[in-house]
């Protein structure tokens, strides 16, 4: 191979592989065998001569590993990701590197863990089983792990781009959910569908379902039932749901957190699942991840999953994929290999105006 690439993990899938090793590639797939790699290992991986990485969601890509992937000759970069929070790009960008990340192939994938984490904080599913398990159940009882009816409630969607619009989808056409959302932007195919749909349940006799644009994010969470947060992390999202707003939902609300932790203020949220036992949470992310803060593992009213949202093999594999694709498209070069409707622009000199 021509151009050295390395993946700092292992990958589902081998057309991801073999994409890489048909064009030109000489592929490194990192061995280690600890979880997280440290910008030490990955500062070894790289090298002296070095194309292009792959890399996780795990690793802090900044000044220092970037610097160094220019050093060994490299231009490209592709986070195994649709989120790039743990991305530098402009120290990408600064040392000539281009950044990709994988949408696109994880939107339905993701959006149908932040609706099975809906319904099992519902529904309850996790303390039943728990319950179950534990050879507790000696009988049906009227009591016995009530949870809440979604039809006919509200959904409250944070971040309407393409996985919460995703997801309002499903929770509104599977269960006739109304819907409240709000975003900078409109999300207007989402509202047309909740209206054609609206119309069709009216049409056959059935309540129809209806749409609301918030103004502010306050109001999707005093009105909603079932709250979704979707938004990209940032320093304008850091701690979006914080002790205020935590304290303008409804008492027996659910949240859902499928985004990234820093979202959530968790230490407040601990406190808020302590003092409220029917509010409820579904949460795919945590603040400081590996870590749950102190408290959370104990609260029965909280449905806790280990960041596994984007986790079916379709779709990882489709990352896989479009990780290899991002990194080849830079290095072999535009128009031929670029695919700009499946990455983010890489360098602004790279990127291709919109259609
Ligand atoms: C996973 O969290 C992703 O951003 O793809
Ligand atoms: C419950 O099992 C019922 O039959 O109502």
Known sequence: GKY?????KSMPGTRWISLLTANDCRLEICTEK?????VDDILALIGDRCDGVIGQLTEDWGEVLFSALKRAGGTAFSNMAVGYNNV????????GIAVGNTPGVLTETTAELAASLSLAAARRIVEADQFMRAGLYDGWLPHL????LLKGQTVGVIGAGRIGSAYARMMIEGFKMNLIYYDLYQATRLEKFVT???QFLKANGEQPVTWKRAATMEDVLREADVI?????LDKTTYHLINPERLAIMKKEAILVNASRGPVIDEVALVEHLKVNPMFRVGLDVFEDEPYMKP???DMKNAVVVPHIASASKWTREGMATLAALNVLGKIKGYPVWGNPNLVEPFLKEDATPPA
């Open 4 to 8: 050295r690439v390395v993946s700092t």
């Open 34 to 38: 600890k979880t997280i790699l440290s």
């Open 88 to 95: 530098d790009v402009e120290a990408a960008n600064r040392n």
């Open 145 to 148: 792990f009530v949870g809440n």
């Open 196 to 198: 054609a749909y609206g």
């Open 228 to 232: 979704s947060l979707h938004p990209v």
């Open 295 to 297: 408290g959370l593992a």
